[in-house]
């Protein structure tokens, strides 16, 4: 009897603390706007500190959690371009309470959509010419995926197009609008330093934690940039050290055998801050079609890049970079890859490279809006392709400096400046391609002047004088208008002019280097001219929560004086300019809605790239002349994230046959944070699309084979689990 009163009285003291846990439980009420604008914010995560209790306001701003215990609490927001917010509360004291929350923009995140490639810094909703950004998210969920370069992120935009090059090596191309990658200008942190030997691969090369945003101009933008931005401009803008310090560590591991490891740091410390990036790969040959031959390489890589940032003074930086990047590819025969070489299997593929470069940049604001800015870069870029029959081997060397100053007064702004690049390619011993060594020297002059009347018209007019060594001057004007009809609605129109001057390393890639090509070949610089024409329409419905931004832009250029390159089928090449040219013409389509933790993007571009010399088969080739895309992500709460993919390719012409079929891919990827990680399960072409299941890859002979062109992937399904730790 006394063991079961005891029973009873203890089991009444516990359902007794229960009681009263439930009654100690409360509500933590908000009301969440923008801080500057007084927007009612719709998505934002409300957390309480240390738990899984969490709510998002609705379409009105509005949130509520339920079931928070006695005592203090901290409560947590977050919202992408916000500033984070904690808030202390107390309860039962505060129980039922509305707070009023105002959340800042974060400066931060507001730097991914200012402008830097037209160096008047200015916002992405003011720039006269059409720029797209990649800001910090899709580069912190792209090294999630591909941790070891951009190339599938880049891809996923509307209008670009990443076409591989080898089956072998895996080397890619970025095109834009229609036409070959060599008229797309790559800089790094404005500097070109991308290009002839190292185009191929660049792409590759570009680990997106090391970047802070990815800023896309489409159509010409040559007039700052250089004659080379015929269909537009990649700049890719490496990230600054904070005031509070960051380290990240990554790890990935894909189903086709490849391991990424990367790490980023970053501090500050009174005028002193740094970061630094390093990250190897090692990727195992796989040959996924089955046919004997690699369709990833292996691969092993290291990249290290540290930069040192000075802060003398409030209005003055500068910064010092320097990055280290050797890589060893090796494609081909499997047999061969694996040590097992004999007369029927004898092709390999072999790439080494190595590349050493060297930045700075220092800026300097006067206190009238003034401002003096400087960069200098040097790069050494060695890489060597050889075979079971032939080596190319070479380095290149180049070297940029640009000095420009700024005057602001009023609604005026005035740029004057100019650059000089210096390009150098040597045959290294050993090389039996048909390249010849060159030195280029170009020096280059600018001016560029906006009016700005905020929130109502921008334009700008700009020219451009060069001088090259061997082909003389080149005048490049340019112009560019937007006009914010309304508050929702805008119009942009831009147009100018472009040149490139011959190279064969450049026209042709590496790897074409090995086979014969015409030893006097007179080639005279391509010229261009295009623009392009766009609306654009944003607007928020306060009582749906609904967020919209639709685009359409028509784009048009010409290229005169074409340079193109035919193979025979002894695979021999001969390269001659056209005069009546070739011509890309079409329409991009973009629409984004956003409704709390939903987000759509819908995209489709059509183009149409003539070959105007070739009435038989006018279009250029590897080219989809339809191209249409759709992402969906959800936010499911603070911790779990989904994202669905799918794109459809349409039918492309090839130089050796008719149009391709038209094909559909479809990724999708789960996310899951947890305090300071992130943990992502990712898997593309799922659907498991093979150019090797509509016709073979690899044709005889084996021991010196001819590869098709490629239009498809050719690696099958990808799935890839990855790690993030953020400190």
């Not at 090797?692 to 044709?699: D, I, K, L, N, T």
């Amino acid at each position: 009897m006394k063991v079961y009163t005891q029973r009873v009285l203890i089991a009444l003291g516990i359902l007794f603390t229960f009681s009263l846990e439930l009654s100690a439980q409360n509500t933590f009420r908000a009301a969440v706007i923008d801080s500057a604008t007084h927007e009612k914010l719709a998505g934002v995560v409300i957390v309480v500190k240390g738990t899984i209790n969490s709510a998002e306001t609705d379409s009105i701003g509005n949130a509520e959690i339920k079931n928070i215990p006695n005592g203090p609490q901290v409560i947590e927001l977050t919202y992408i371009g916000y500033q984070k917010q904690s808030i202390p509360v107390t309860f039962p004291q505060m129980n039922g309470k509305i707070f009023a929350i105002k959340l800042q923009q974060d400066q931060s995140e507001l730097g991914e959509v200012l402008i830097t490639s037209n160096r008047t810094n200015s916002r992405i909703e003011d720039a006269p010419i059409k720029v797209e950004v990649l800001g910090i998210e899709e580069l912190t969920e792209e090294s999630s995926i591909n941790p070891d370069g951009i190339a599938s992120l880049l891809g996923d935009v509307s209008g670009v197009q990443i076409q591989q090059t080898s089956a072998l090596s895996g080397n890619s191309v970025v095109r834009m609008q229609g036409l070959d990658g060599r008229y797309t200008l790559l800089l790094r942190d404005g500097m070109p330093s991308y290009g002839s030997l190292s185009g191929g691969l660049s792409i590759l090369q570009i680990p997106p934690l090391d970047l802070r945003q990815i800023e896309i101009v489409k159509g010409p933008a040559s007039t700052i940039n250089g004659g080379g931005a015929i269909s537009g401009l990649i700049n890719f803008i490496t990230k600054e050290p904070t005031d509070t310090s960051e380290a990240t560590f990554l790890l990935n591991q894909t189903s086709l055998l490849e391991t990424n490891l990367n790490a980023y740091f970053s501090g500050k410390k009174g005028n002193i801050g740094y970061t630094f990036f390093g990250g190897g790969t090692y990727q195992k040959a796989m040959d996924v079609n089955g046919d004997g031959f690699s369709d990833a390489p292996r691969t092993q890589s290291v990249m290290l890049h540290p930069q040192l940032f000075f802060y003398p003074d409030p209005a003055t930086h500068v910064r010092l970079g320097f990055i280290g990047n050797y890589e060893n590819r090796l494609g081909g025969d499997m047999r061969v890859i694996q040590g097992l070489a004999d007369s029927a299997h004898q092709y390999f593929e072999k790439n080494i490279m190595q590349n050493y470069s060297m930045d700075l940049i220092v800026s300097h604001d006067f206190a009238n809006r003034q401002g003096i800015y400087f960069k200098a870069s040097g790069n050494y870029f060695d890489r060597s392709f050889t075979t079971n029959y032939a080596e190319q081997a070479g380095y290149q060397g180049t070297g940029y400096s640009e000095l420009y100053y700024q005057i602001a007064k009023g609604r005026h702004n005035i740029i004057v400046g100019g650059n000089y690049l210096l390009d150098i390619f040597h045959r290294s011993p050993g090389d039996t391609s048909a390249y010849n060594n060159y030195s280029y020297h170009t020096g280059g002059l600018f001016v560029q002047y906006s009016y700005n009347v905020e929130n109502k018209l921008n334009f700008q007019m700009g020219v451009r004088g060069d001088y090259q060594n061997k082909f003389g001057f080149f005048i490049l004007p340019s112009a560019a208008i937007l006009v914010h009809a309304t508050k929702e609605f805008s119009i942009r129109v831009n147009g100018g002019t472009g040149y490139k001057i011959p190279n064969l390393v450049e026209i042709l890639g590496l790897e074409e280097g090995i086979n014969t090509i015409p030893s006097t070949t007179n080639l005279i610089p391509e010229r261009s001219y295009g623009g392009t024409a766009e609306w654009n329409y944003k607007k928020y419905f306060d009582k749906t929560g609904v967020s919209l931004f639709i685009n359409q832009t028509f784009f048009y250029t010409w290229v005169q004086h074409a340079i193109i390159s035919t193979q025979d089928t002894l695979g021999d090449y001969n390269i001659a300019n056209v005069t009546s040219g070739a011509t890309s013409f079409g329409v991009d389509n973009y629409l984004r809605l956003k409704k709390g933790p939903f987000e759509l993007y819908m995209g489709y571009t059509f183009v149409y790239p003539r070959k105007d010399y070739d009435k038989a088969q006018p279009y250029l080739t590897l080219t989809p002349l339809n191209r249409g895309a759709a992402v969906l992500s959800y936010d499911i709460n603070a911790h779990w994230k989904i994202g669905l993919e799918g794109s459809v390719m349409g039918k492309q012409y090839l130089d050796f046959g008719g149009p391709t079929k038209p094909y559909f891919l479809m990724s999708s990827s789960i996310h899951y944070k947890i305090k300071k990680i992130t943990l992502v399960l990712n898997g593309e072409n799922l659907l498991n699309v093979r150019q090797s299941h509509y016709a073979p890859v690899v044709e005889q002979p084996y021991t010196r084979p001819r590869f098709a062109e490629l239009w498809a992937p050719v690696d099958g399904v990808v799935v890839n689990f990855s790690i993030l730790i953020k400190i």
